[in-house]
Structures are given as structure tokens and as C-alpha cells.
Nanobody, 125 residues
Framework: QVQLVESGGGLVQAGGSLRLSCAASGRSINTRAVGWFRQAPGKEREFVAAISWSGTSTAYADSVKGRFTISRDNAKNTVYLQMLSLKSEDTGVYYC??????????????????WGQGTQVTVSS
């Protein structure tokens, strides 16, 4: 089993920045692609970013390209999401998810095996 815990969310003004962390326990996520997804109130969950198990491949939603950066530190079993130039539309609960071992980067949530509980990000305008 893989347990994922997100942290780093909070309240920030528009234009500000946050760095989210996704820390894994139990089994390592070093061989798993990890994705970030978010869900705003009244909306469906949407893909934000993903990184391959090796860190050499990444994918981003068009809405966050150039503002968000996903990275990982396999020595710490942790994946990060650096968010810059935040906008009110970035508000939501952010979830990290881990895929099957050695699976390619995926943008569809249903392909992921393990999910964290989420961390709230609120951007005030």
C-alpha cells in the first residue's frame, strides 16, 4: 500500500505563490508516476500536472503551463508542485495521486492507483 499526504496549501492573494508537497509512506513512489489534480467547489476534478517516475517527463494542463512546476525528490519519496502567479481560478482542493509502477505519465485520474486526502488552496482576488 502507498499512503500519500499532501501539505502546503493555504490562503494566498492573487499573484502569490505556494509550494505543495506530496509525501509518500508505506511503499516507495520512486517507480511511480505522480500526478496532481484539483477540484473546485461545484466542479469536477481536473488534471493539473504529472511527472514520470524518473522525473524526466512532465505534463501540464494548459491553464497552469508557465506558472506551475512539478518536481520530485526520490530520496525523500516526495513530489512537489510549485505554483506561481496564482489566480482565483486556481482555488480548490489539490490532490496528489500515484500510478502503477513504471506507468507512463497520465492525465486521466482513473488511471491512478493511490490518492491523498487533499490540501485546500484558496486564492483571494
Amino acid at each position: 500500500q502507498v499512503q500519500l499526504v499532501e501539505s502546503g496549501g493555504g490562503l494566498v492573494q492573487a499573484g502569490g505563490s505556494l509550494r505543495l508537497s506530496c509525501a509518500a509512506s508505506g511503499r516507495s513512489i520512486n517507480t511511480r508516476a505522480v500526478g496532481w489534480f484539483r477540484q473546485a467547489p461545484g466542479k469536477e476534478r481536473e488534471f493539473v500536472a504529472a511527472i514520470s517516475w524518473s522525473g524526466t517527463s512532465t505534463a501540464y494542463a494548459d491553464s497552469v503551463k508557465g506558472r506551475f512546476t512539478i518536481s520530485r525528490d526520490n530520496a525523500k519519496n516526495t513530489v512537489y508542485l510549485q505554483m506561481l502567479s496564482l489566480k482565483s481560478e486556481d482555488t480548490g482542493v489539490y490532490y496528489c495521486a500515484a500510478d502503477a509502477p513504471f506507468a507512463p505519465v497520465a492525465t486521466i485520474g482513473s488511471t491512478y492507483d493511490y490518492w491523498g486526502q487533499g490540501t485546500q488552496v484558496t486564492v483571494s482576488s
